[in-house]
């Protein structure tokens, strides 16, 4: 069993991304004392940079008693695993392998807790966001890649590793026959046909950037509905976040909910309740911060 340390402790958490790594120094239930943003670059290098940043927000506020990194992935967290902590298939250049705790255990030797970015993001979302009040929250974000994780009681779910629901298969739009998907494993899988690459392959430019915007977004909204539909029915979760670079349109969303209650047509009873699905998909009630803040209660819970 972990304990959670006393109100004032401090720790360390880090979101690690595909383009930067977030670090920041938190003091109590979210005080950030110190923070700063990491170009990633080459494994070494960048790794360094957040040893480095932490070493210096230490001599300054004190010893962090924890650290806990939100990372991209797909990434071993299995603790039984001789791999535990390092990526696996990453597309990011060079980083296929990488130990992404090491650097933080050897320097400071204390806990280091790991789990992917949407974890982190939807264990914030449970404790300190849309999920508050909540025994169960799933999370999704949509983005460069696309992925999801659920949390019952607390807890974040999963087996051998952390789901995959972003490569989920998907029925296609019959307006969107021609292209092939950009996903390298699967092709048309949800990822290959509606991350932010998918939409910039076949259109050229982000939706808002579209002269056809209306039909691209039915597009796009259709496939995602699919995945919300799909941790309704297999997880039975109490709501559902939906955030990352692609949502910021804000016209996404709407269209979303109603392609998914068309979908789920009355079945479920979080769908009679709530027909147009305002109060069960929603964006990230801490936007930008929930994965920055995710790696701190990961952090927490390491005491
Ligand atoms: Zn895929």
Redesign the pocket.
């Known amino acids: 069993m972990t304990a959670t340390p006393s109100g004032d402790a401090l720790v360390g958490a880090v979101e690690a991304g595909g383009t930067k790594f977030r670090c920041a120094l938190v003091r109590g239930e979210g005080d950030v004392l110190a923070e700063c943003l990491i170009p990633t670059t080459a494994p070494g290098e960048t790794l360094a940079r957040v040893v480095e940043f932490f070493v210096e927000a230490q001599q300054r506020f004190g010893a962090a008693r924890a650290f806990g990194i939100g990372t991209f992935g797909p990434v071993d967290l299995d603790p039984q695993s001789p791999g535990f902590g390092r990526l696996l298939m990453t597309p990011k250049p060079g980083w296929v392998g990488t130990d992404i705790r090491r650097a933080l255990i050897e320097r400071f030797e204390r806990p280091v807790a790991i789990d992917t970015d949407v974890n982190v993001a939807a264990l914030a979302e449970a404790e300190r966001g849309a999920g508050r009040g909540l025994r169960s929250l799933a999370y999704v974000t949509v983005g460069t890649g696309i992925g999801g994780g659920v949390i019952f009681d607390g807890r974040l779910r999963y087996g051998a590793m952390h789901p995959e629901m972003?490569?989920i298969v998907v029925r296609r739009d019959p307006r969107d026959r021609e292209f092939a998907g950009v996903?390298p494993?699967?092709g048309d899988?949800l990822?290959?046909l509606a991350s932010g690459p998918a939409i910039q392959a076949r259109w050229g430019g982000p939706l808002a950037a579209l002269d056809d915007h209306g039909e691209a977004l039915d597009i796009i909204a259709g496939y995602l509905a699919q995945l919300i539909v799909s941790i309704a029915l297999l997880t039975a979760c109490e709501r559902i976040v939906i955030g990352g670079g692609v949502m910021t349109d804000g016209a996404l969303l709407p269209r979303i909910r109603a392609a998914a209650s068309r979908v789920i047509n009355g079945y479920l009873p979080v769908a009679r309740r709530d027909a147009t699905l305002e109060g069960y998909l929603v964006p990230p009630a801490l936007g930008e911060r929930s994965g920055i803040m995710g790696a701190a209660l990961l952090a927490r819970r390491m005491g």
Do not use: T, V, Y
């Open positions: 972003g490569h996903c494993f699967h899988c990822e290959g």
